[in-house]
Every structure is written in structure tokens, then in C-alpha cells.
């Protein structure tokens, strides 16, 4: 069973910087293509970012393309996701994602979700 724990999240002024980190257990996932989304109350969830587990090809929302950054360390089993240059628009719930298959740009395609983590950035 595929397992999703997130972490990292928290408190952080405008302009600051956060790393979310996402361990992942329970399958082998060479195959699979991991990510990150993120609701904020109100707004519709939002595929933030995703990667190739196996590859390393990536995929950017276009409004943190420039700021965010993902990636993976294959023998540890996590991803992280270095997210600078931070904005109030940024605060979210942000939630680790995972799929069977390559990356897609679409939330709802990853069938596996962790718990998620708040992010709050303060203006």
C-alpha cells in the first residue's frame, strides 16, 4: 500500500522560502510519477508540480514556473519541493501526490494523496 507522509510545511513571511519533503513507502515506484498540489479555501486544487520517478522529467504550474522547485532522491524514497520567493497566494494546503504512469498536469490523475501540510505565507 502506497503510503505519502508529508512534512515541512509552516509560518513564513513574503518573500521567504520553504522545503516541503514527502516520504514515500509501500511500493516499488520506479514507475510512478510523484507530485505535489495545493488547496487554499475557495480556490479549486491546483497541480503545483510533478516529477518522473525514474527519470527526473518535470512539470511546473505556471505560477510558481521560476520559484518552485522539485525534485527526488531515489534512495531515500522522497521528494522535495524548494519553494522560494514565497507570496501570500502561496498559502495553501499543499498535498503530496502519487500516480502509476507518467507525469500529467492534472490533480486528479494521481491516485494515491498523503495528508497534506499547511503553508501560510504572511504579507
Known amino acids: 500500500q502506497v503510503q505519502l507522509v508529508e512534512s515541512g510545511g509552516g509560518l513564513v513571511q513574503a518573500g521567504g522560502s520553504l522545503r516541503l519533503s514527502c516520504a514515500a513507502s509501500?511500493?516499488?515506484?520506479?514507475?510512478?510519477?510523484m507530485g505535489w498540489f495545493r488547496q487554499a479555501p475557495g480556490k479549486e486544487r491546483d497541480l503545483v508540480a510533478a516529477?518522473?520517478?525514474?527519470?527526473?522529467?518535470?512539470y511546473y504550474g505556471e505560477v510558481v514556473k521560476g520559484r518552485f522547485t522539485i525534485s527526488r532522491d531515489n534512495t531515500k524514497n522522497t521528494m522535495y519541493l524548494q519553494m522560494n520567493s514565497l507570496k501570500p497566494e502561496d498559502t495553501a494546503v499543499y498535498y503530496c501526490?502519487?500516480?502509476?504512469?507518467?507525469?500529467?498536469?492534472?490533480?486528479?490523475?494521481?491516485?494515491?494523496r498523503g495528508q497534506g501540510t499547511q503553508v501560510t505565507v504572511s504579507s
Open positions: 509501500g511500493r516499488d515506484f520506479s514507475r510512478f510519477a
Open positions: 501526490i502519487a500516480r502509476l504512469g507518467p507525469t500529467t498536469p492534472i490533480w486528479y490523475d494521481y491516485r494515491y
Open positions: 516529477i518522473n520517478w525514474s527519470s527526473g522529467d518535470t
